[in-house]
């Protein structure tokens, strides 16, 4: 199944490109296939969260879906329980991305993430408000920003966040 590109949304690869530096290296690398999954805090839009979950389990991945509404501390927690996860992947789809994001360092630091933290979803109606967003996401500790489940594929089998993080 491949999901239809959304043009108000962010060129993944741009932003995969765009990050180079920061809170992400030292990334690992494994060969578990087990994906941590949700939803921000604030947001109840499930509809896409189910279409991943179903495609990344056809894929041969353990998902752990942590389903919408899901505070930043759980999934540090599913981390926590599953420190053999692969990524986990937050989507975000009711327009506060920044306000439900906003701790996400804290959160990595305080769960020991070693895994890359993937954001997708509308982060802004227009291109460029969801460019400035996305970048201040970056700033505060996503790894990447992908919108279409194959290439959040691509991005965990081919190691790119390898790639990513050493610029
Ligand atoms: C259905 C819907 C709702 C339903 C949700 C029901 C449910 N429980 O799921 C209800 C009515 C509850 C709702 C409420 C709201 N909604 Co609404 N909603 C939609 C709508 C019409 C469709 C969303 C959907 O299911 N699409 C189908 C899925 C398959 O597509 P998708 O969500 O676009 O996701 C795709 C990509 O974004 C990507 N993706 C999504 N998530 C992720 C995650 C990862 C990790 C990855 C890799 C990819 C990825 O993959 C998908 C396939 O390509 C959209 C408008 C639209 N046409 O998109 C608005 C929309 C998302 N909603 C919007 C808003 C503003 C709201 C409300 C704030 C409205 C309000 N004032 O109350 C509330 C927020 C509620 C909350 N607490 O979150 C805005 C968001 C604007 C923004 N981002 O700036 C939209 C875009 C409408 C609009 N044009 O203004 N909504």
Redesign the pocket.
């Known amino acids: 199944m491949k999901?239809?590109e959304?043009s108000e949304?962010l060129q993944s690869n741009a932003f995969i490109d765009s990050s180079g530096t920061g809170s992400n290296s030292g990334i690992k690398k494994t060969c578990s296939k087990t994906v941590i999954l949700g939803v921000a805090e604030?947001?109840?839009?499930?509809?896409?969260?189910k279409?991943?979950e179903a495609r990344l389990e056809a894929s041969g991945y353990e998902v752990v879906n942590l389903g919408?509404c899901t505070p930043l501390s759980e999934f540090g927690q599913a981390y926590e329980n599953h420190p053999e996860s692969v990524a986990i992947?937050?989507?975000t789809?009711?327009?506060h991305a920044l306000q439900d994001l906003s701790d996400l360092l804290w959160m990595k630091q305080k769960f020991a993430v070693n895994c890359p933290v993937?954001?997708?979803?509308?982060l802004?109606?227009s291109p460029g408000k969801a460019q400035r967003v996305g970048q201040t996401l970056l700033n505060r500790g996503v790894d990447a920003l992908?919108?279409d489940?194959e290439d959040?594929l691509s991005y965990i089998q081919q190691g790119q966040y390898g790639l990513a993080k050493t610029g």
Not at 42 to 49: G, I, L, Q
Not at 118 to 122: A, D, E, Q, S
């Open positions: 999901f239809q959304n949304l604030s947001d109840a839009h499930v509809v896409a969260n279409l991943i919408a992947l937050i989507g789809l009711n327009g993937i954001v997708g979803g509308k802004g109606l992908i919108n489940i959040v």
